[in-house]
């Protein structure tokens, strides 16, 4: 049965997707838009980075878009709906046959109101070594865009080739270090070079895969270089004509689409200048040429978290105010957000001191969940903006001022249609009157009037629930006999075979083949001492023993990564042996003359004297990388002992095995106990881990480390954790993750968006049914497969606090419990309307709102 639905389903989509394809055509833009087959598009653009996630993972394949948390009417149905249905129909086999995460992030980008899917492409994970390519499973590029055009939506490509991402050495492969006189990013030759023949194999690649808007492809924009006006003062009179060489070759390689350079105010023609950064609203200065459109390549939707810091939390009103400044303000007509789904650093792909989980807090989470209000208030700001489409790309732009601090900014087509965008800038809510009605704009707000009267939409009122995710370990390693260690020997001057006659820079010497370099050093004393050790390096991270024994360990930080460790040591009389292991966190991604960047040791002090230039012993990498003990196969090369039958002390490897939790949620280990190193699931790193480098406020920068279930197998899968420090391998766990409440904060004055018209185009607002839908409400939906089982709280009245933690106030309607209960329980998605004639009216005269926590099981 599953054998004649794939064939059948295999056969359908192949006819559909020939019916079906975004066929974009022709690409050009003018001071509006782009225009894609000669039509003016306002484009929602999310950022999805294919080696991120995984191309399998069934645990996501279930969530299908027609059964997303969804708090508005249906859209209207396209011409592509029977494809949809068939794919995500067939999707049901792919759960059995493969199951797909690429898909899935794409589908619910799409749900979310997204047009186009941007991604940087990743030159040295590609081309790790020189001229050795890889473009398989996460590498394969083209499947990822392939996937894009299947589900109907664009693509951006920025190829840079230099990308920064928080990606290790932004993305440059280590070798372009080794090419005599090479100077990345400027006018020089060498580099160019480089640069060229990479940028040249990556379009022609799409061109052969016909992956360009022009051939009928999704790929509607490119990107050459990266953000780099921002170094450019550092290569001097080798910076400009640099530029101009990049646009040029770019231009050069005719992809029928146009290019971007990010940040770049003085991109050369036709080479547009894009703005990136959180505030474009309000920092932008515009397209260089009254001929470019504003398009906004980066919008950060929170911030990439380094080792040592919290994550930032960037709320869905300030990105959603932001992005309507920015359509207003400057026409724009493109928005990207950075990232739409972030995902993992797997292995050692982070760079310097970025943490493993990249942007958890976009509106698709690490995991690939939808995380609300902010993936939902975003989908209806998209859906609000789309309504205006008309006006804000053929309409004219004028602003007229409401106040001190508020702006309309209205657009307005000659046959009449009109559509404005009221904004309070100013720190409290404001009362405005335009075009001869009154409108509420809370603080820092944003209304949107896709017909020049109706609020369509408030960028400061949320009406998406807001979602919690829970941990719940499904499996514990807490017995000594579930665990063996391999305790790594500390290598000494005579057992290390390389030498040298100063410290070996660690770049130059590893080629970032491991994060380790170990240093030796044989040390002659004549008596017994106390003396008093001090190394000093340039980079990440020390762990220094003397005669075999942990003596103390020292790091860095993000951007300050020199530092230095002193301690008082014994050292014997005789042979002492002092072994130094350096360890690198990721290479640097950006900056200047990334080509200069050093790590590793720069100067070794005894009681002031300076061992530098001694004869030194070192080593690349550790015995248990080298014999890749954390494979099936590497594994039974070494002999693993019982958990604690060696001292303790740091470098240890730690091996376990584990069945595949049941279900399809995301799971991810705990290593709250471990203190730093690797995890390796079935001999794939799923990223470094750092516990112990912690916050200010002294908690982790992250517990969790997810485990993508395309990784694992139903039964017998290896577990190997590679420890620098002295962690507890006994409290590790793994967690299952799932949204395990959901909750909503709705006021009676506040109503649901406008996604879409409902009556007459232009606005008859005697229409009683679009009245009717426009009834104040708290909306709930629990994850696919779940209920809501509970109502945690639930106050109509005046309740204070948000969903994070609330109260019942002054006006509280008792049977607020009762209602919400029998509306909702054992149902996935309920709506409770703020109704007086259900809940009835504690205290008349007072606005009343109606807080809803539930939880889902
Ligand atoms: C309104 O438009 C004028 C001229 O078009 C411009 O100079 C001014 O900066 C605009 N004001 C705002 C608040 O954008
Ligand atoms: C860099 O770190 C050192 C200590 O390791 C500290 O003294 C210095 O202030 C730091 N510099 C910056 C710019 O944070
Ligand atoms: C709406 O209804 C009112 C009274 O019911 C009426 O006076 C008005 O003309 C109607 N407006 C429109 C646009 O139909
Ligand atoms: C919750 O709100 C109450 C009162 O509004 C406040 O006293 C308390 O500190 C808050 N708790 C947290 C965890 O924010
Ligand atoms: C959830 O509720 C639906 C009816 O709304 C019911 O068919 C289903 O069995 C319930 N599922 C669970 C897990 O309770
Ligand atoms: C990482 C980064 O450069 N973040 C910047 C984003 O934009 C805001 C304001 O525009 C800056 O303050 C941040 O430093």
């Not at 794919?87 to 109101?113: D, Q």
């Not at 050495?169 to 070798?175: A, D, V």
């Not at 990049?246 to 940040?263: E, H, I, N, R, S």
């Not at 103390?552 to 530092?563: D, K, P, T, V």
Request: one cysteine or more; aromatic letters at 10%.
């Amino acid at each position: 049965m599953e054998m004649v639905r794939l064939l059948l389903c295999s056969f359908a989509l192949l006819l559909m997707s020939f019916a079906c394809n975004s066929d974009a055509g022709d690409v050009t833009y003018d001071g509006r838009s782009l225009i894609i087959n000669g039509e003016r598009k306002v484009l929602f653009s999310g950022s999805i980075h294919y080696p991120r996630s995984t191309p399998e993972n069934p645990a996501t394949a279930t969530t299908k878009p027609n059964s997303l948390p969804d708090q508005s009417p249906p859209q209207k149905p396209e011409i592509r709906l029977p494809y949809f249905f068939l794919r995500f129909w067939c999707y049901g086999i792919n759960l059995w046959v493969l199951g797909e995460m690429w898909p899935s992030l794409i589908a619910k980008a799409k749900e979310g109101g997204i047009d186009v899917i941007q991604t940087y492409v990743f030159w040295n994970l590609h081309e790790r070594q020189q001229g050795k390519f890889d473009f398989s499973g996460r590498n394969d590029i083209i499947s990822f865009i392939k996937e894009v055009q299947n589900q109907g939506l664009y693509v951006t490509l920025r190829i840079g080739p230099f990308i920064e991402s928080e990606w290790t050495y932004g993305g440059l492969p280590i070798w372009l270090r080794d090419i005599p006189g090479i100077v990345y990013r400027s006018d020089n030759e060498p580099f160019k070079i480089e640069m060229e023949k990479w940028t040249t194999r990556i379009v022609y690649m799409m061109k052969s895969e016909k992956l360009y808007a022009s051939l009928g492809g999704p790929i509607i924009l490119s990107q050459i270089e990266n953000e780099y006006k921002m170094i450019e003062p550092a290569f001097h009179e080798r910076g400009p004509p640099y530029v101009r060489w990049a646009a040029a070759m770019a231009v050069g390689l005719q992809t029928g689409v146009p290019w971007v350079m990010c940040k770049q105010d003085d991109a050369p023609d036709p080479v547009i200048n894009t703005c990136n950064g959180m505030k474009c609203g309000e920092t932008f200065t515009g397209p260089n040429s009254p001929n470019k459109p504003a398009l906004w390549t980066e919008n950060w939707t929170s911030q990439y978290q380094v080792y040592g810091d919290k994550p930032l939390l960037r709320s869905a009103e300030d990105i959603a105010y932001q992005v309507a400044l920015f359509i207003a303000k400057f026409r724009g007509s493109y928005v990207n957000y950075y990232m739409y789904h972030g995902g993992t650093n797997f292995g050692r792909s982070a760079s310097a001191f970025v943490i493993t989980s990249y942007y958890d807090e976009a509106p698709l989470d690490e995991y690939g969940s939808v995380r609300q209000p902010k993936w939902g208030h975003l989908k209806e700001l998209h859906a609000a903006v789309k309504l205006a489409s008309n006006p804000l790309l053929s309409g004219d732009h004028t602003n007229v001022s409401l106040g001190e601090l508020q702006d309309a900014y209205v657009f307005q087509v000659k046959s009449g249609e009109c559509a404005a965008f009221l904004v309070n800038k100013g720190p409290k809510d404001a009362s405005v009157v335009f075009q001869n009605s009154p409108y509420q704009l809370p603080r820092k707000s944003i209304s949107i009037l896709p017909d020049c009267k109706t609020e369509a939409f408030n960028t400061a009122k949320v009406n998406a629930q807001q979602s919690t995710r829970s941990w719940q370990a499904t499996q514990k390693f807490d017995s000594t006999e579930r665990w063996e260690e391999y305790k790594e020997a500390i290598p000494n001057f005579d057992n290390t075979v390389s030498r040298a006659n100063t410290l070996p820079e660690q770049l130059f010497t590893t080629k970032d083949e491991s994060d380790y370099l170990w240093y030796t050093i044989s040390l002659k004393q004549d008596s017994n001492t106390q003396s008093k050790l001090v190394v000093q390096s340039r980079g990440h991270v020390l762990h220094a023993f003397v005669n075999g024994v942990f003596v103390g360990s020292a790091h860095g930080r993000h951007r300050n990564e020199s530092f230095s460790l002193e301690q008082t040591v014994t050292l014997n009389k005789g042979v002492n042996s002092l072994s130094f292991l350096s360890a690198m966190v990721g290479l640097s991604d950006s900056g200047a003359y990334l080509e200069r960047r050093v790590g590793g040791l720069r100067k070794v002090l005894i009681e002031e004297r300076d061992l530098s230039k001694n004869s030194w012993g070192y080593q690349v990498g550790l015995s248990g990388e080298k014999l890749e003990i954390y494979t099936d196969a590497g594994s039974s090369k070494v002999e693993w002992n019982k958990l604690g039958s060696s001292a303790n002390q740091p470098l240890k490897w730690f091996k376990t095995h584990f069945d595949a939790p049941a279900g399809n949620d995301p799971i991810a280990l705990n290593l709250g106990s471990m203190g730093k190193g690797e995890a390796f699931v079935n001999g794939q790193s799923i990223g470094r881990y750092w516990v112990l480098f912690q916050t200010p406020e002294g908690k982790p920068s992250q517990t969790w480390y997810h485990v993508p279930r395309a990784f694992l197998k139903p039964t017998g899968n290896l577990l190997v954790l590679l420890e620098e420090e002295n962690g507890d391998p006994l409290k590790v766990s793994l967690d299952k993750i799932s949204v395990a409440r959901v909750c909503g904060h709705v006021s009676e004055t506040h109503l649901p968006p406008v996604v879409k018209w409902l009556g007459l185009k232009t606005q008859n607002q005697n229409n009683t049914r679009k009245n009717r839908d426009r009834r104040p409400k708290v909306q709930l939906s629990c994850p696919p497969k779940r209920n809501i089982s509970k109502v945690l709280f639930a106050s109509f009245g005046n309740p204070s606090g948000d969903c994070q933690n609330y109260s019942t106030g002054s006006c509280h309607s008792s049977i607020s419990t009762a209602i919400v209960e029998q509306v909702c329980i054992g149902k996935r998605r309920c709506s409770i309307l703020l109704s007086k004639n259900r809940f009835g009216d504690p205290c008349p005269g007072i606005s009343k709102t109606l807080l809803v926590d539930a939880q889902c099981t």
